[in-house]
């Protein structure tokens, strides 16, 4: 089970994960980058509740490039879909 690290940490119990094919051959790793599901933990500073539904957006942002600041965070230099959850890290399917 995951543990809150960091006071805007959440942890979101997988209701629901789309399936795809693996989009990585040379690290084979849990499926789903599109997932829901129901807020389990939160840390002191999440905006989030326990009991909450969410959907989980797989992309990261750093939210100060020109990228994120014009809202296609998606292209973030620092993070954006080169970090996306399901295909460059676990996925929704690794719970
Ligand atoms: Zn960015």
């Not at 840390?43 to 296609?72: E, H, M, T, W, Y």
Request: charged residues 25%; positive net charge.
């Amino acid at each position: 089970m995951p543990k809150i690290l960091n006071d805007e940490d959440v942890i979101v119990k997988v209701e629901y994960s789309g399936g795809e094919f693996p989009a990585r051959k040379d690290r084979p790793l849990p499926l789903g980058h599109e997932f829901s599901g129901i807020v389990h933990e939160v840390g002191n500073k999440s905006i989030f509740k326990k009991g909450q539904k969410v959907v989980v957006d797989p992309n990261r942002a750093c939210n100060l490039c020109n990228f994120c600041r014009g809202g296609n965070y998606q292209y973030c230099l620092r993070a954006g879909i080169n970090s996306t959850i399901g295909i460059w890290n676990d996925g929704g399917w690794a719970q």
